[in-house]
């Protein structure tokens, strides 16, 4: 799609929509108000009928062609809510809403109205609604037929009324697609079936990725983790004929010398549970397990392609995790890169082993902040369902940054407490851990469990997605399917000056 940044009158510009935007209360003001006027008293008339009252998604479409000549052929009205409610999330709904709507009418150019909404900047503004509108218009049709009558946007214009307001909207407009290009890189990976997304072919998209945008990539084989003693990260492999990776993506942006931030991403590229094998119903869904991975795939390409000012690794243990005769066990014991033993309770809680040699890997890089994100814990969806982060960590500062980070992104997240006492549970009886101690408190103590094998000294935050990496029904910005969570929330933080 053809994203531009201009100035002018939105009222003048010959697209096939215009979109503008109204506060709950306040529908009739600034342009909206022009646009009335020059439309003879037609949107006044819709709110004095309550048919619209800007409430946030509701949208009012009037076709005006005749009246304003020369101007867009549809007007779309799509309301904010309450002006002192307004947060990122509200344009970027917006932006996706009136994207999609207008896509399904056959609109090839669109134009939206952009400003410095209610305390945004206009380099936030106009990066949230080219973001909402990027996201909200992604499909995952790789194995659709081809579709020659398929509608699509081709051309999306922000238009600022004031040319001062230019170099900041082209600013944020580049952000917004830069990050959108590399969220949807990750949905791409996810939306995937796992005989497309195995181990070795995310390996290769993260090469391509490093390619792309100039990273350092190397991939570990099997042969090399087990010259390191990653015996925990092994044994879930061990079940597949598919070989796993330990793929490590590098940047930096940073000062030479600088302590990088590490992230590391849950690669499970299909989970069947292994030995503890799951229900069937819902297991192709499984293909998803591999959400944090992506995510940290998507948020090395950004960071690079942002040339943000910081250094950065990415660790990606990625590995299927399926029962066969060679596949390990309940009740066997097995030894992580540090040397801690442990005792195999269930294989379906293969993801704390596959993270647990990854962050001990971590420490060659000696960083200065380690986050891992992954798709965990059953419990955290219990806890939190499909709203919320489940955050556990070791640093109240790091926290304390993430929470902000999360809520300006719209990918929240909630602090679980990591008193001692939930580790007690993870403590085995023939081995220093087991890795899994039943239903109660399972989000935390995995926590607990993954703290054992951080760096000592190393701040470090971890990110269960496990309630939030799937959509079922689709949202205004978040279609049905892989949600590319935790790059929007990554980078923000990052951002911020990580």
Not at 477 to 482: H, V
Request: hydrophobic share 45%.
């Amino acid at each position: 799609m053809d994203l531009k940044v201009k100035a002018g009158d939105i009222l003048k510009d010959k697209s096939d929509a215009a979109v503008l935007t109204a506060f709950e209360g306040e529908a009739m003001s600034g342009i909206l108000k022009d646009a009335d006027k020059a439309l003879g008293g037609v949107i006044s008339d819709g709110v004095k009928s309550g048919e619209f009252t800007g409430k946030p998604g509701e949208m009012l479409l009037l076709h005006t062609a005749k009246e304003l000549k020369g101007g867009p052929a549809r007007l779309l009205v799509v309301g904010l809510g309450k002006k002192d409610k307004l947060k990122a999330d509200s344009l970027m709904r917006a932006s996706g809403t009136a994207a999609r709507k207008l896509r399904k009418l056959g609109c090839k150019e669109v134009v939206f109205s952009v400003d410095e909404s209610a305390g945004l900047t206009i380099t936030r503004s106009a990066m949230h609604w080219a973001q909402g509108a990027l996201l909200g218009l992604y499909t995952y049709d790789t194995f659709k037929a081809v579709d020659k009558d398929k509608k699509e946007i081709k051309k999306l214009t922000l238009m600022v009324a004031d040319r001062s307001a230019l170099k900041g909207a082209e600013e944020g407009a580049k952000t917004g697609r830069l990050i959108s290009e590399s969220v949807c890189y990750a949905r791409d990976m996810i939306n995937a079936p796992a005989n497309e997304m195995t181990p070795t072919i995310m390996a290769e998209r993260a090469k391509r990725a490093a390619k792309d945008v100039g990273l350092r990539y190397k991939s570990l084989e099997a042969s090399d983790c087990r010259k390191l003693g990653m015996g925990s990260f092994l044994a879930v492999a061990a079940g597949s004929v598919q070989p796993p990776k330990l793929i490590t993506l590098e940047y930096s942006g940073g000062k030479r010398g600088e302590k990088p931030v590490v992230l590391v991403g849950k690669a499970i590229t299909f989970d069947s549970g292994g030995i503890s094998i799951k229900p069937v119903s819902g297991m192709e869904k499984m293909k998803y397990d591999m959400s944090g991975g992506a995510a940290v795939i998507g948020v090395m390409r950004a960071a690079a392609a942002l040339k943000l000012p910081v250094n950065l690794v990415g660790l990606v243990p990625a590995s299927e995790n399926l029962p066969s005769g060679s596949a390990y066990k309940p009740g066997d014991v097995v030894r992580a890169m540090n040397g801690k033993t442990i005792e195999i309770i269930s294989t379906d809680a293969e993801g704390r082993m596959v993270l647990a040699d990854a962050l001990c890997y971590s420490e060659r890089y000696k960083p200065r902040a380690i986050i891992d994100i992954a798709t965990l814990t059953g419990g955290c969806v219990v806890a939190l369902g499909d709203q919320a982060i489940g955050l556990m960590g070791n640093d109240s500062a790091l926290n304390s940054a993430i929470l902000d980070a999360g809520s300006k992104t719209f990918e929240r997240a909630w602090e679980l407490p990591m008193w001692d006492e939930f580790l007690e549970p993870m403590k085995g009886d023939v081995s220093d851990l087991r890795n899994a101690a039943g239903r109660e408190a399972q989000t935390i103590t995995a926590g607990k469990f993954l703290e054992e094998f951080v760096p000592k000294g190393v701040a470090w935050a971890h990110l269960d997605i496990a309630g939030v990496a799937w959509e079922e029904k689709g949202m205004a910005y978040i279609p049905k399917g892989a949600r590319g969570t935790g790059v929007r929330l990554l980078l923000e933080y990052l951002m911020a000056g990580a």
